[in-house]
Each structure stands twice: as C-alpha cells, then as structure tokens.
C-alpha cells in the first residue's frame, strides 16, 4: 500500500473579503458550473506552482541544459492538455495562463461544450452517475483534465440510458404498469 499524501491541494486566498476577488470566484463558479470556491482556490494553486516553475527556469541563462530540459517537458505536458497552443512554445507564455484555461479542459466543461448536456449543471450531473465515458473508461469526476487526443472520444457511456444501455428505473417501471394496464383493459 502506498504511503499517504498530506500535502494541500489548494491554497486559501490571503484576504478572504476582498470584493473583486470575491465577485470574479462567483463568477467563475457560475460559469463553470463549480461546486464551492475550493474547487477555484484547487486549479489557483496548480497554476500558481507551474507559473513558479517556469518563472524559476526563466532566470536560468537560455542555453543551460535545465532550462531546455524541464522548459520543454513543462510546454510539452501544458500543449497535451490543451492549455497551451502548439504555436506558443515559450516559457513567456506559461506565464500569461490564466484560470479559466484550465477550467476550460474539465470534463464537466467539456462535455457541455460538446452539447451532451442542456448545461454546465447538468454536465456535472450526468458526470457523477456515470453516464459519460472517456474512450472506454467511464469517468465519474467532473474535475478530470481532458487531454487535447481523448477529447474527440467523449461519449456516453455503454452502460447508460442515453448511450443504448438498459432504460432506467423509472422508465422500466412505467413500461411495465402501462403493458400491465394495457392487459388489464382486454380482460374487461
């Protein structure tokens, strides 16, 4: 068994009552369809630790082996999730990410944007009872990253109503009363 990780996932803001930081969290939580602010403060602190990394390897000279081993590995990892464009392969441009870039690569965000849901609520619904699948594995975690090659593999899953599986509870339920009903009108 592997040990246990306690380190953060994410990181507090300093000022918890600041009203333009407050209004643009809000904002963001509504436009992404996002649980609580933790989830925000969560792709915060992962931003925060890239942008430090390539600010670390942007003060290293241009030609030292560091710089263009972990430069080129960090542009590479943030080009396959989508994050970056393939153009823009520069640490300079690490730096100019935002949080809503990476809020965009969420499955939740992904699979409204594909119109397999009526919206990002709905997405996240359809998310956590399984109904959507990411190549063959059906994913259950609305916060999953998206790599720019599964993308085009986002569907419902087999198992689900809405990708020909089995009807749901309630739908079998109401055939069976309706068959039942039908049966009971020709015996009178």
Do not use: C, P
């Given at each position: 068994m592997a040990p246990n990780n306690y380190s953060k996932t994410y990181k507090v803001p300093r000022r918890p009552f600041e009203k333009e930081r407050i209004m643009h969290e809000l904002k963001l939580v509504g436009e992404y369809g996002l649980r609580n602010k933790h989830e925000i403060w969560r792709?915060?602190?992962?931003?925060?630790?890239?942008?430090?990394?390539?600010?670390e390897l942007l003060t290293?000279?241009?030609k030292d082996p560091r710089r263009l081993f972990e430069g080129n590995a960090l542009i590479r990892?943030?080009?396959?999730?989508?994050?970056?464009?393939?153009?823009?392969?520069?640490?300079?441009?690490v730096l100019a990410l935002k949080i809503e870039d990476f809020l965009e690569r969420r499955l939740q965000t992904q699979v409204f944007k594909l119109g397999l849901a009526r919206s990002t609520h709905h997405a996240r619904v359809l998310i956590r009872q399984r109904h959507i699948r990411v190549g063959k594995r059906i994913v259950d975690i609305p916060s999953f990253i998206v790599r720019l090659e599964s993308q085009k593999h986002i569907e419902f899953a087999l198992t689900s109503p809405y990708g020909g599986g089995r009807a749901g509870r309630v739908k079998r339920k109401r055939v069976r009363t309706a068959a039942e009903g039908g049966d009971a009108e020709d015996d009178e």
């Open positions: 792709v915060a602190f992962t931003l925060s630790n890239i942008r430090r990394a390539a600010r290293l000279d241009a990892r943030l080009i396959r999730i989508g994050v970056l464009d393939e153009t823009k392969t520069k640490l300079d441009y």
